[in-house]
Each structure stands twice: as C-alpha cells, then as structure tokens.
C-alpha cells in the first residue's frame, strides 16, 4: 500500500471503529448499570475481551461467515430482543439476585457482541485492504474504546435512567441495519432502513409487554 492510500485506511478505521464500537458500547453500559462497582467492572472487561475475541475470530472465518444464508439477519432480531430485555431490566433486576444479574449482563453482552462484531470486522476488513498491521491496529483500537465508552455509558445511565430509551433505540436501529444489509432478506423483501427500524420497535414492544405480563404473573 501507498503512504496516502495507508493514511486513508488508518482514518477510515478510526471512524469505523468511533461508530460500530459505540453500538456494543451502548449495549456493555445498559447491561451493566445496575451492577455494583466491582461486578460491574468485571462485566465491562469480560465483556471487552469477549468482543475482541469474537472480532478475531470473524476476522479468520470472514469469507465463510459472509455465506451463511441470513446470518445478519438473524443478529438484527437478536438485537429487538436485547433492547427488550435491556429496557425491561427494571422489573427482572427486582427478582434476581447480584450474582445472577452479572451472568445475564454478561449473556446479553455476548450475544450482542456477536452480532455487532460481523459488521464491524467486514467494515475494518475492507477498509484495511489486506494490510494485516491496520487490521490489528483497529482490532486494538476497538478496546479502549469499548471499556471506556461502555463505562461512561453506564454512569450516564444511573445519573439519568431515561436515556435507557435512547440507548434502546440506538440497539434497534442497529439491528434495523443488520437486517436491511442481509443480501437474502434484501433480494427478498427490498424493504426502507426506516421499515425496518419500525418493525424493530414494534417487536421491542411486544417483546417488553410480554415481559411485563410474565412478571406480573410471578409476583405472588
């Protein structure tokens, strides 16, 4: 690679991994709000290390993953499902204990992670251009930022617990984009980014109106 086609890289993997890292950022600080301090930075970094190392692992499997009929799609309705159970931590945080809301933080966390992680290694991939040293750089530079971002994040949310539902809207809308960028479900259904979205916050809804219900009904 030339000097200026290398800067470019470099430059486009810092804005890549600013806005792809920030979605598992918004995830990590949602899941882990309600942890205590020393929980909550265990999550935190078990949750870092688990993206990086899911990035690294698609890093390899790239080109097969990128066969896998519906792959994406299935993660955008994982994340429908995440921003539910992340926005209706209220009424479940109530009935479990600390120990089992670290291991269901760190469940979600891994299941967003990986969803979240395909698009931003095929995003980093094809920025780098084969240059195995900026893929690595971006691979490293995804940590500070998902550590970082995802702890400020999360004080954020306990100083003001409505930008719950902006952080919910943040993971449907990611997952909106997952599945409008799925080539089988696009060949298919050529439906508007914004459709999907609609459809992802239809699907929260109902999601956290069954949670609701099934709290409701355990409440003796």
């Known amino acids: ?22 979605d598992n950022a918004v995830v990590i600080g949602m899941a882990v709000r309600d942890l ?25 499997l790239a080109a097969l993953l990128l066969s896998v009929p519906f ?33 269901q933080a760190v469940t ?7 969803t979240l992680s395909l698009d931003n290694v095929l995003a980093v991939a ?5 240059h195995l040293g900026l893929l690595v750089f971006g691979l490293m530079l995804s940590i ?3 550590m970082l971002g995802s702890a400020a994040i999360a004080q954020l949310l306990n100083r003001w617990p409505w930008l719950s539902l ?12 997952l599945i409008s960028h799925d080539p089988r479900v696009h060949a298919w259904l050529a439906w508007p980014l914004w459709a999907w979205f609609a459809l992802g916050l239809a699907t929260m809804a109902a999601l956290r109106g069954l949670n609701r219900w ?3 009904r355990t409440v003796p």
Do not use: C, N, Y
Not at 11 to 16: E, G, H, P, Y
Not at 108 to 114: E, K, P, R, S, W
Not at 166 to 177: D, M, P, R
């Open 1 to 22: 690679m030339t000097a200026e086609a290398t800067l470019l890289g470099l430059f486009s993997i810092v804005l890549i991994d600013l806005v792809l890292s920030g």
């Open 36 to 60: 205590p301090g020393r929980l909550r930075r265990r999550a935190i970094l078990m949750g870092t290390l688990g993206a990086i190392g899911l990035r690294v692992t698609f890093t390899i």
């Open 71 to 103: 792959l994406r799609a299935l993660g955008g309705v994982a994340l429908f499902w995440i921003a539910a159970k992340l926005l209706g931590g209220e009424e479940e945080e109530a009935r479990v204990g600390s120990a089992a809301s670290f291991w």
């Open 108 to 114: 979600l966390i891994i299941v967003a992670d990986f």
């Open 126 to 130: 094809g920025a780098a251009g084969g």
């Open 144 to 146: 500070p930022i998902l």
């Open 166 to 177: 902006l952080g919910s809207l943040v993971i449907v809308w990611a997952g909106a984009q």
């Open 214 to 216: 099934q709290a409701r």
